[in-house]
C-alpha cells in the first residue's frame, strides 16, 4: 500500500514538474513546435485493445476520398512547420472512407450502452482538463492551464466549476485514450486512420481559409471566442473542408493508429531500397525519449496562431496512448480493397 502510494505521488510530481517544464522549454522555442505543451502521462491504467464480432460498417456518413499521390510533410521554405514535418516524402494513398465529423458524445453512449464499455479516464477516475491561467500565476510549483480533475470523462467533460457548460450530444467525445478510441472503431467494424490517410485527407481538402474551432486571443490567459466557442463546438459547427470533412482541422485532437517517431519522415527519405514500412514501427519523441506516443492530428480549440498552429494540415504531434484530455478525441476510417 505504501508503495502504491509512493509510486503514485511520484507520477504525479512527475507530471506537475514536467508540465513545469514544458511551458519554460516551449516559450524558447518556435511557436509552431510548442502546441499546448501537453504534459506527459501519469495515467496509472493500461490500455487494452478488445476484438468485438465483425460488422459491416455503416458508410452512409463517410466521405469518400479517392486515392492519390501527395508530398506528405512541409516544404523547408515554408514559413509555419517544424522539424518533424521535413523532409517531405511522396506517398500513394489507396481510396478509403473517413468519418464526415469526430465521433461525437451520442455515437460514443452507443457503443457503451451496447457493450459496457468503461473508457480508461472512467477507470483511473480523473482525466486532464484546460482552466485559464495568467502569465504572473505559472512558476514555480504551481500548476499551468492543465488540471488533473476527478471524476471527468466523456460524458461530463467539464470539470465542476466549468458547469455553466451545457454538454451537448453533438459536442465530439473527448476524454478517450487512444485505446478507446482504437476499440470504439473496431466494434464499429472500422479502424484509426492512419498518419498518412489523415494528412492526405486534410492537404486533399485544405482550404486557403477554412473556417475552424480554435483559441483566439492570449493563450492560455483570455480567449475572445471570436469563432462563437470557448470550448469543444457541436460537429459541423462549421463549414467542411473541399471534400466534405467537418473540423478535421480545429475543435478537438484526433488520435491517429500510427506511432510518433520525430525522424521517420526523415527514415523513409534515406530509404531508397524501399525497405521501411510506411508507418514507423515504434515511437520515438525526443522530448520524451522513453514513452510511447502515438500521433494526434488537426489541432484544437486551444490551438492559437500565437503559440501553437497544430491545426495546420502538416503539423504533427502526440500524446501517450493511456493519456486522456479535454481537447483530444478521433474519428475512424474504413480501408477499401483494392
Ligand atoms: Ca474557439
Given at each position: 500500500?505504501?508503495?502504491?502510494?509512493?509510486?503514485?505521488?511520484?507520477?504525479?510530481?512527475?507530471?506537475?514538474?514536467?508540465?513545469?517544464?514544458?511551458?519554460?522549454?516551449?516559450?524558447?522555442?518556435?511557436?509552431?513546435?510548442?502546441?499546448?505543451?501537453?504534459?506527459?502521462?501519469?495515467?496509472?491504467?493500461?490500455?487494452?485493445?478488445?476484438?468485438?464480432?465483425?460488422?459491416?460498417?455503416?458508410?452512409?456518413?463517410?466521405?469518400?476520398?479517392?486515392?492519390?499521390?501527395?508530398?506528405?510533410?512541409?516544404?523547408?521554405?515554408?514559413?509555419?512547420?517544424?522539424?518533424?514535418?521535413?523532409?517531405?516524402?511522396?506517398?500513394?494513398?489507396?481510396?478509403?472512407?473517413?468519418?464526415?465529423?469526430e465521433v461525437t458524445i451520442g455515437e460514443f453512449a452507443q457503443f457503451v450502452r451496447e457493450t459496457n464499455y468503461k473508457t480508461m479516464a472512467e477507470k483511473s477516475g480523473s482525466s486532464l482538463v484546460f482552466h485559464?491561467?495568467?502569465?504572473?500565476?505559472?512558476?514555480?510549483?504551481?500548476?499551468?492551464?492543465?488540471?488533473?480533475?476527478?471524476?471527468?470523462?466523456?460524458?461530463?467533460?467539464?470539470?465542476?466549476?466549468?458547469?455553466?457548460?451545457?454538454?451537448?450530444?453533438?459536442?465530439?467525445?473527448?476524454?478517450?485514450?487512444?485505446?478507446?478510441?482504437?476499440?470504439?472503431?473496431?466494434?464499429?467494424?472500422?479502424?484509426?486512420?492512419?498518419?498518412?490517410?489523415?494528412?492526405?485527407?486534410?492537404?486533399?481538402?485544405?482550404?486557403?481559409?477554412?473556417?475552424?474551432?480554435?483559441?483566439?486571443?492570449?493563450?492560455?490567459?483570455?480567449?475572445?471566442?471570436?469563432?462563437?466557442?470557448?470550448?469543444?463546438?457541436?460537429?459541423?459547427?462549421?463549414?467542411?473542408?473541399?471534400?466534405?470533412?467537418?473540423?478535421?482541422?480545429?475543435?478537438?485532437?484526433?488520435?491517429?493508429?500510427?506511432?510518433?517517431?520525430?525522424?521517420?519522415?526523415?527514415?523513409?527519405?534515406?530509404?531508397?531500397?524501399?525497405?521501411?514500412?510506411?508507418?514507423?514501427?515504434?515511437?520515438?519523441?525526443?522530448?520524451?525519449?522513453?514513452?510511447?506516443?502515438?500521433?494526434?492530428?488537426?489541432?484544437?480549440?486551444?490551438?492559437?496562431?500565437?503559440?501553437?498552429?497544430?491545426?495546420?494540415?502538416?503539423?504533427?504531434?502526440?500524446?501517450?496512448?493511456?493519456?486522456?484530455?479535454?481537447?483530444?478525441?478521433?474519428?475512424?476510417?474504413?480501408?477499401?480493397?483494392?
Amino acid at each position: 500500500m505504501a508503495s502504491s502510494l509512493c509510486m503514485q505521488f511520484s507520477a504525479r510530481l512527475f507530471f506537475v514538474l514536467a508540465s513545469f517544464v514544458c511551458f519554460f522549454g516551449c516559450k524558447n522555442r518556435k511557436a509552431e513546435n510548442c502546441s499546448t505543451a501537453l504534459p506527459k502521462t501519469f495515467s496509472p491504467v493500461n490500455g487494452t485493445l478488445l476484438s468485438y464480432s465483425k460488422t459491416e460498417p455503416d458508410t452512409q456518413k463517410m466521405v469518400l476520398v479517392p486515392s492519390g499521390s501527395f508530398l506528405m510533410g512541409n516544404e523547408k521554405n515554408t514559413v509555419e512547420r517544424s522539424e518533424d514535418e521535413q523532409p517531405t516524402i511522396r506517398k500513394t494513398v489507396p481510396r478509403f472512407f473517413m468519418d464526415s465529423t469526430e465521433v461525437t458524445i451520442g455515437e460514443f453512449a452507443q457503443f457503451v450502452r451496447e457493450t459496457n464499455y468503461k473508457t480508461m479516464a472512467e477507470k483511473s477516475g480523473s482525466s486532464l482538463v484546460f482552466h485559464y491561467a495568467e502569465k504572473k500565476d505559472i512558476g514555480e510549483n504551481k500548476l499551468p492551464w492543465w488540471k488533473e480533475v476527478k471524476g471527468v470523462s466523456w460524458q461530463k467533460p467539464f470539470a465542476e466549476e466549468q458547469q455553466n457548460n451545457q454538454v451537448q450530444e453533438n459536442f465530439p467525445a473527448v476524454h478517450v485514450s487512444w485505446y478507446d478510441a482504437a476499440n470504439y472503431c473496431a466494434w464499429k467494424g472500422k479502424r484509426l486512420p492512419t498518419e498518412t490517410e489523415w494528412e492526405y485527407a486534410a492537404v486533399k481538402g485544405n482550404r486557403a481559409t477554412q473556417p475552424m474551432n480554435i483559441f483566439q486571443g492570449q493563450f492560455p490567459e483570455k480567449n475572445t471566442k471570436a469563432d462563437g466557442f470557448e470550448f469543444m463546438a457541436p460537429v459541423k459547427s462549421f463549414e467542411p473542408n473541399t471534400i466534405g470533412l467537418y473540423d478535421l482541422q480545429g475543435n478537438v485532437w484526433e488520435w491517429c493508429s500510427d506511432f510518433y517517431h520525430a525522424k521517420y519522415y526523415t527514415f523513409l527519405s534515406e530509404d531508397s531500397l524501399h525497405e521501411l514500412p510506411d508507418s514507423p514501427p515504434k515511437s520515438y519523441d525526443p522530448e520524451e525519449p522513453f514513452a510511447e506516443k502515438k500521433v494526434i492530428r488537426g489541432g484544437s480549440f486551444l490551438c492559437n496562431s500565437s503559440y501553437c498552429s497544430g491545426y495546420r494540415p502538416t503539423a504533427r504531434m502526440k500524446a501517450p496512448p493511456s493519456q486522456t484530455y479535454i481537447h483530444v478525441g478521433f474519428r475512424c476510417v474504413v480501408g477499401i480493397a483494392p
